[in-house]
């Protein structure tokens, strides 16, 4: 039996009886005789390697650009650490915890030490009788675990030690990422719905959020809002960095900053496309939502900071591509594309606050504004994705397994409180697991802080001996 759940795009067709939709489980129910397709594979698979890309080297260069240059490589190795580690921990256990049949917040042991993951092995998509394989789709699923986990670094860049990154990242993972996941994306598969009381059957056995309606195409909630209120917990519990509010900590290389976010910005096209696990007109749907949303985003940012600052910035146009990519991430296989540029200057206009106004709040030095991006980005994603998911307004609404086709009824206010329940609920956990994670880390041996004048020197030399420029 296939165990697989399927990521993002699992929320993206949902029981009309339960509002269901969500990330989903492999093929759990009858589907041996079905092959897979070799364009279905193709996609798979090429979409996975885009979203390696993004952590590596994407979301290395764009946050290695904006620390001080005296710990450009430090950041750069908290990527790559934290890619490899939960790749690992992936295979061992994360993916079989995630994506098999266990109860509402956490999955089983089928998959247990990559048992029966082999080539002959197949995972559902969101078509009856449609299948990939699930080596595949195990793959499309890592690399979302392992981008997730290294969002979480940028927040407490420059001034924590290498090995309570490393500490954390077990921590957390293994009990934040993996339920969230869970939650919101686990369900039997389309087969599994063949009349009202297997549905109800099938409604039963899925993950927490998904049996409430939670809409996530592509990681709003288990992805952006997730990481984001960690790393939100760890600049807290971290500490400011020597110096800040009192000295300049300019970005030391925009030009790679700027290469990142380019980088970021293709391998979304994976990231979200890919989230229809076929390659098919929703694939189609989240692939130009995810070429307009950050266009929109990148206007509004921009706009926003040349009328409040006097001035366009450089900083701001990378930001603002990235704010809209977060917030058309929940929302890309559900929206159509006026809903897309919606989102996308709406969360290029909120992000911006949440890196200005929202940051000066909440007192704490985000050092990579992982939460005023992420965090405020994933949430409107979120929200809004309630709103433009309706066929109202050009969405795709809720397709009913039961019946094969789109349900006869949306009600935006009632998905809204499904969106925001589904929120709380994430940065609850999140939040939680956060702290206790941070606070074990702290326990190893020189705790969570490099001491002051390894930090006032930089962690490239004092953490790794090594140096991204010569001096």
Same mark, same amino acid.
């Given at each position: 039996?296939?165990? =697989?759940?399927?990521?993002?795009?699992?929320?993206?067709?949902?029981?009309?009886?339960?509002?269901?939709?969500?990330? *989903?489980?492999?093929?759990?129910?009858?589907?041996?005789?079905?092959?897979?397709?070799?364009?279905?594979?193709?996609?798979?698979?090429?979409?996975?390697?885009?979203?390696?890309?993004?952590?590596?080297?994407?979301?290395?260069?764009?946050?290695?650009? +904006?620390?001080?240059?005296?710990?450009? !490589?430090?950041? +750069?190795?908290?990527?790559?650490?934290?890619?490899?580690?939960?790749?690992?921990?992936?295979?061992? @256990?994360?993916?079989?915890?995630?994506?098999?049949?266990?109860?509402?917040?956490?999955?089983?042991?089928?998959?247990?030490?990559?048992?029966? #993951?082999?080539?002959?092995?197949?995972?559902?998509?969101?078509?009856?009788?449609?299948?990939?394989?699930?080596?595949?789709?195990?793959?499309?699923?890592?690399?979302?675990?392992?981008?997730?986990?290294?969002?979480?670094?940028?927040?407490?860049?420059?001034?924590?030690?290498?090995?309570?990154?490393?500490?954390?990242?077990?921590?957390?993972?293994?009990?934040?990422?993996?339920?969230?996941?869970?939650?919101?994306?686990?369900?039997?598969?389309?087969?599994?719905?063949?009349?009202?009381?297997?549905?109800?059957?099938?409604?039963? %056995?899925?993950?927490?959020?998904?049996?409430?309606?939670?809409?996530?195409?592509?990681?709003?909630?288990?992805?952006?809002?997730?990481?984001?209120?960690?790393?939100? &917990?760890?600049?807290?519990?971290?500490?400011?960095?020597?110096? @800040?509010?009192?000295?300049?900590?300019?970005?030391? =290389?925009?030009?790679?900053?700027?290469?990142?976010?380019?980088? #970021?910005?293709?391998?979304?096209?994976? *990231? =979200?496309?890919?989230?229809? #696990?076929?390659? =098919?007109?929703?694939?189609?749907?989240? /692939? &130009?939502?995810? !070429?307009?949303?950050?266009?929109?985003?990148?206007?509004?940012?921009?706009?926003?900071?040349?009328?409040?600052?006097?001035?366009?910035?450089?900083?701001?146009? $990378?930001?603002?591509? &990235?704010?809209? +990519?977060?917030?058309?991430?929940?929302?890309?296989?559900?929206? %159509?594309?006026?809903?897309?540029?919606?989102?996308?200057?709406?969360?290029? #206009?909120?992000?911006?606050?949440?890196?200005? %106004?929202?940051?000066?709040?909440?007192?704490?030095?985000?050092?990579?504004?992982?939460?005023?991006?992420? %965090?405020?980005?994933?949430?409107?994603?979120?929200?809004?994705?309630?709103?433009?998911?309706?066929?109202?307004?050009?969405?795709?609404?809720?397709?009913? @397994?039961? $019946?094969?086709? &789109?349900?006869?009824?949306?009600?935006?206010?009632?998905?809204?409180?499904?969106?925001?329940?589904?929120?709380?609920?994430?940065?609850?956990?999140?939040?939680?697991?956060? /702290?206790?994670?941070?606070?074990?880390?702290?326990?190893?041996?020189?705790?969570?802080?490099? $001491?002051?004048?390894?930090?006032?020197?930089?962690?490239?030399?004092?953490?790794?001996?090594?140096?991204?420029?010569?001096?």
């Amino acid at each position: 039996m296939n165990l =697989n759940s399927t990521p993002r795009t699992a929320t993206r067709h949902a029981l009309a009886a339960a509002v269901l939709l969500g990330g *989903f489980a492999p093929d759990l129910f009858a589907q041996a005789a079905a092959a897979p397709n070799k364009g279905d594979t193709a996609w798979l698979l090429v979409c996975t390697a885009v979203v390696i890309f993004m952590t590596l080297p994407g979301l290395g260069l764009f946050y290695g650009g +904006l620390v001080r240059s005296k710990n450009m !490589l430090s950041v +750069l190795m908290q990527c790559v650490l934290v890619f490899a580690l939960v790749a690992v921990l992936w295979s061992l @256990y994360g993916y079989s915890l995630a994506f098999t049949s266990g109860n509402a917040f956490v999955g089983g042991f089928d998959r247990l030490l990559m048992r029966g #993951l082999t080539p002959e092995a197949n995972a559902a998509t969101f078509s009856k009788g449609v299948v990939v394989p699930e080596l595949g789709y195990f793959a499309f699923q890592a690399a979302f675990a392992c981008i997730t986990c290294a969002l979480v670094v940028g927040a407490f860049a420059e001034r924590i030690r290498f090995s309570a990154v490393l500490v954390f990242t077990v921590v957390w993972f293994t009990f934040s990422y993996i339920p969230i996941a869970h939650m919101v994306w686990f369900w039997p598969g389309p087969d599994a719905f063949t009349d009202a009381a297997a549905g109800a059957a099938a409604t039963a %056995g899925s993950g927490f959020l998904f049996r409430q309606g939670a809409l996530d195409f592509a990681g709003g909630t288990v992805v952006h809002i997730n990481a984001a209120v960690a790393a939100l &917990v760890g600049a807290w519990l971290v500490g400011k960095r020597i110096g @800040y509010g009192h000295e300049a900590m300019r970005p030391h =290389n925009l030009a790679l900053t700027m290469t990142g976010a380019a980088i #970021l910005w293709v391998g979304w096209f994976g *990231f =979200n496309a890919g989230s229809a #696990l076929e390659a =098919n007109s929703t694939a189609a749907l989240a /692939f &130009v939502n995810t !070429l307009i949303a950050p266009c929109a985003a990148i206007l509004a940012w921009t706009a926003g900071e040349w009328i409040s600052k006097g001035r366009p910035s450089m900083l701001g146009a $990378a930001s603002g591509a &990235v704010a809209g +990519l977060v917030g058309i991430t929940p929302a890309a296989g559900f929206v %159509g594309l006026g809903g897309a540029l919606a989102i996308g200057f709406v969360a290029g #206009l909120a992000c911006l606050w949440g890196v200005t %106004g929202l940051k000066r709040l909440l007192r704490a030095d985000d050092a990579l504004d992982v939460f005023g991006v992420h %965090g405020v980005g994933g949430i409107v994603g979120a929200l809004l994705t309630g709103v433009f998911a309706a066929p109202s307004l050009g969405g795709t609404g809720v397709y009913d @397994y039961v $019946a094969d086709k &789109v349900g006869d009824s949306y009600s935006i206010a009632a998905q809204l409180l499904v969106q925001s329940t589904s929120i709380v609920i994430t940065v609850l956990w999140s939040a939680v697991v956060a /702290f206790i994670a941070f606070k074990l880390a702290s326990l190893a041996p020189g705790g969570l802080r490099v $001491a002051a004048d390894e930090e006032r020197e930089g962690l490239d030399i004092t953490s790794h001996g090594e140096s991204a420029y010569d001096r």
